[in-house]
């Protein structure tokens, strides 16, 4: 059962240690907003995905970036409709009007959307939640936290895999959970009831395994593989913040 977005590889982006890309993702969250043209914001989205791409876990954001889409294209939409300094109409439908200033807006929120989850896919995708923890406690940070970083990485997947393996389940036993919205409807509690109940009880067992290993104890913990990072990490750190400058004094300079 898959319960992490993350992406196995031996890529340049999977050897750099978790917390360089968590510098990059910091960085890369902080120039979508320092970009506020959409030429910016469209120049960081082609880097982010050329960082994507050669990082090899393109081909598992893309689906993400589709499910996206409805809420991107909903930004353009509700922008280009009221946005209260549209001025120019762009076209007319019926006693609709879409205006060039909304829609400018909102393809700007648009690719702020897009580059702030593009960044946190470089740390999602090419970086195991277990390394992602124990370069949490090495840092001297409580393991507590390290599990609950661990716990939202893998609560979606979870979930969406549980959900697959009770509509199976109850489609076995003859339940229509496909067809009308009535349908639906009537699926749904059948559905949630048992995704519920499973998950309070796999929240049970996590609770009891996690205590059995001592994870309520004060004692700093050893570990039983060394931190390795490669040559490059020095260098991808340095480019990163050399970049977030650049940025900030685009912006104030140059309006970027």
Known sequence: MRITLYVPGDTWLHRLDPMTKLLMTAVGVALTFAFVSAAGGAALLLAFLV????????????PIFIGVAVIAFTFIIVQGLVHPENVQPLFRT?????????????????????????????????TNPSDLT?????????????????AVLQMIPTMISQTAA???????????????????????????????????IATEERALALEVRGFGSHTRPTFLKE???PPYAGAVRVASVLLLAAGIA?????GW
């Open 51 to 62: 960082v994507l791409g050669t990082g090899g876990v393109l081909h598992r954001a893309a």
């Open 94 to 126: 019926g006693p609709l009007v879409f205006y060039e200033e909304g829609l400018l807006v909102g393809l700007r929120l648009a690719l702020r959307l897009y580059d702030i989850l593009s960044a946190t896919l470089i740390v999602v995708l090419a």
């Open 134 to 150: 124990e370069a949490f406690v090495r840092r001297g940070a409580s393991p507590r936290l390290g599990y609950v970083v661990m």
């Open 166 to 200: 009770i509509t199976d389940a109850q489609r076995s036993r003859g339940m229509e959970t496909e067809g009308s919205l009535w349908t639906r409807l009537r699926a749904f509690l059948p559905l949630m009831g048992p995704l519920v109940t499973s998950s309070l």
């Open 227 to 229: 931190e390795s990072r």
């Open 250 to 254: 685009g912006r104030v300079w140059l």
